[in-house]
């Protein structure tokens, strides 16, 4: 199993990739389409074509990622505790923790630099604690203080998952499907009383905003002969509801978009989101021994992801904006762009770890890197 959890944290990786990649080709269709299209031209002509479908499959397809690493988080947590003992290895839990503030405090600090002599600084030393505890110095960085929250938390998740493991997922169950629907009034900026106060106590550096996903990484670790024979069991039915749920997820977001009554939406994961990717986790793990094509590859770029996650959010972010001041003409075509940036974010942090590990400074990876 824990081959099988590599190559699925392989598949997160790339799916960040692709999410990232479509999110600033995105961009460039909408918000950046003054820089190539006619004065005259409507900046969202771009809705409904080919191009923009094509992007939203993207985003559909990719949207068990962030589900993936919290899922093989939770194993890797259950993995640590052991059958026998209640709670986990508190100096294994700390060595973890360690290598994921280390690197993420390095690549931060860079980003906050870069910002800094943008002059876009915070207005005072509470700003930038900010930037650190929620992880607002890059929109990719939230991630990273919100697994630390559950690494924390894990001694607990582990009792809880001990005690009565099937009380445990439905009680995170209902939380997180809670917490989708309290975000749909803001995402289709209706005033309803209360519930943008409820949203904005529910960040998405929080750890109550996908708590499920990794209490059940543990639950899976501790029970894993029941899932897996469940999961064989019935396989093509997962399977089909991934089919389904794809293209729900595709349909739900357009007909959101023509609710919200405006011309395009900031993404975020709604129910059909978090139920598709629960049917990908369900199905990977029930085509246990399905060989995946370039399997090795992707397992490699799994045992790298931390490193590729923090590196290529910035180095995108930074190729799309260089392109919007010397060549905005490439902005206008999608199938060029996105192919680029899918290059520029896993290529970039891969030749850069390569150099380190090869470099005088290879003692130094870890805190680079993780």
């Avoid at 930037?131 to 894990?154: C, D, E, R």
């Avoid at 995108?316 to 974010?345: C, D, K, N, T, W």
Wanted: glycine share 8%; proline share 5%; hydrophobic share 55%.
């Amino acid at each position: 199993m824990p081959k099988r959890l590599l190559l699925l944290n392989g598949l997160a990786i790339i799916g960040v990739i692709l999410f990232h990649a479509e999110g600033w080709t995105f961009t460039a269709m909408f918000d950046w389409a003054h820089r190539y299209l006619p004065e005259s031209a409507s900046v969202y002509q771009g809705y409904g074509s080919i191009a923009y479908f094509g992007l939203r499959s993207i985003e559909q397809l990719v949207a068990y990622s962030i589900t993936s690493f919290l899922f093989v988080s939770g194993y890797f947590v259950a993995f640590t505790a052991g059958r026998s003992r209640t709670s986990v290895d508190g100096k294994i839990l700390g060595a973890r923790i360690k290598s994921l503030i280390i690197p993420y405090l390095f690549w931060s600090a860079l980003v906050g630099l870069a910002l800094w002599l943008e002059g876009r600084r915070p207005a005072s030393l509470a700003g930038y604690a900010e930037w650190l505890l929620t992880g607002s110095v890059n929109p990719a960085y939230y991630f990273v203080p919100l697994l630390i929250q559950f690494y924390l938390l894990s001694p607990l998740i582990v009792r809880l998952a001990r005690s009565n493991w099937k009380l445990l997922l439905i009680v995170t169950g209902l939380l997180q499907l809670l917490v989708h629907i309290v975000h749909y009034p803001d995402l289709l900026q209706a005033a309803w009383p209360g519930w943008s106060i409820a949203a904005s106590l529910l960040p998405r550096w929080l750890f109550l905003t996908r708590i499920f996903w990794f209490c059940f990484g543990v639950v899976f670790g501790f029970q894993l002969p029941v899932f897996k024979r469940a999961f064989e069991r019935t396989k093509w039915l997962a399977l089909a509801c991934l089919a389904c749920l794809f293209a729900l997820g595709i349909v739900e977001w357009e007909v959101l978009v023509r609710l919200s009554g405006q011309p395009a939406l900031e993404m975020q994961e709604t129910v059909v989101d978090a139920l598709y990717a629960g049917a990908f986790l369900w199905a990977f793990l029930g085509f246990s021994d399905l060989r995946l094509p370039a399997a090795p590859a992707v397992s490699s770029l799994g045992g790298k992801s931390f490193g590729i996650y923090l590196v290529h959010s910035p180095t995108m972010e930074y190729f799309s904006r260089a392109l919007y001041h010397l060549a905005p003409q490439v902005l206008a075509y999608p199938s060029v762009l996105l192919p680029a940036l899918i290059v520029v974010g896993l290529a970039v942090p891969l030749v850069l770890m390569q150099l380190v590990s090869r470099s005088p400074a290879r003692g130094l990876y870890a805190y680079q890197f993780g």
